[in-house]
């Protein structure tokens, strides 16, 4: 799976936007860019996903570049409890790739009121 | 309520003494994996299964054992636990993409297992 660069750490108002950024410059064209999220030792949660359109759920935006070498995640209302560490993971998918997921080091966003 | 639950959520033991972990979903997922999370070293996979009676080693599997004998259920076990094992643990299941078809999967995650081993 290739590997994916995130900032470590970023402040976002509540209510305001919150625009979180992934490079992922050695992507292949069968890998799927993925978004989970932990709030403090909760269990991941799943955010959204994309291969090559932008996606839009009841969660978030995710915004992938044309040549797909990187991807923004934007969280449209941020709140408190959004306050989280946000990991953009990139795989393939399907049954000879199997279903492990490798977590980085993820972005710490801290929502302020 | 779709869910993954895990049980017991913290426990502390002592060395040796041999202790089961369960993990149960109601999705009805084929695949089931367990992970662990350690500071600054992220989510590792210890073990997986694909389907009932099915299962295979993750990244770290030493002094750990699984066993799937129902689709819900993958629960995790320490024979002889040792400090170096405590941690927190995850369960996680999703389904399994089928064999012609490439397409996204999503795994839902139980809340977490606190372990200390003392």
């Keep these: 799976d290739a ?4 900032p470590p750490s970023m402040d976002c108002a509540e209510g305001r936007a919150a625009n979180l950024p992934c490079n992922h410059s050695t992507i292949s064209g069968n890998e799927y860019v993925y978004w989970y999220r932990q709030i403090h030792s909760q269990g991941p949660q799943y955010i959204i996903h994309g291969l090559k359109n932008n996606e839009t759920n009841e969660m978030a935006s995710l915004i992938i570049t044309e040549d797909r ?45 | 309520e779709a869910q993954v639950t895990q049980n017991p959520r913290y426990l502390i033991t002592v060395t040796g ?65 040792s400090p170096n094992q405590t941690s927190l643990y995850f369960c996680a299941s999703s389904l399994w993409a089928p064999r012609d078809r490439v397409g996204p999967d999503t795994q839902y995650f139980g809340p977490g297992t606190r372990l200390t081993v003392l």
């Design chain 1, 3 to 6: 590997k994916t660069t995130q």
């Design chain 2, 17 to 81: 003494k041999k202790l089961t972990v369960t993990c149960s979903q109601n999705m009805n997922h084929e695949y089931m994996s367990w992970y662990r999370q350690d500071p600054g070293l992220g989510l590792r996979q210890i073990y997986y299964s694909m389907n009932v009676e099915v299962t295979d080693k993750g990244d770290v599997p030493e002094g750990y054992k699984v066993s799937r004998k129902e689709k819900r259920n993958f629960p995790l076990i320490l024979e002889s636990p």
């Design chain 1, 69 to 113: 070498k990187s991807s923004t995640l934007i969280l449209p209302h941020a709140t408190l409890r959004d306050t989280a560490v946000y990991y953009c993971i990139v795989r393939v998918v399907g049954r000879a790739a199997g279903n492990k997921l490798t977590f980085g080091g993820g972005t710490r966003v801290l929502v302020k009121p």
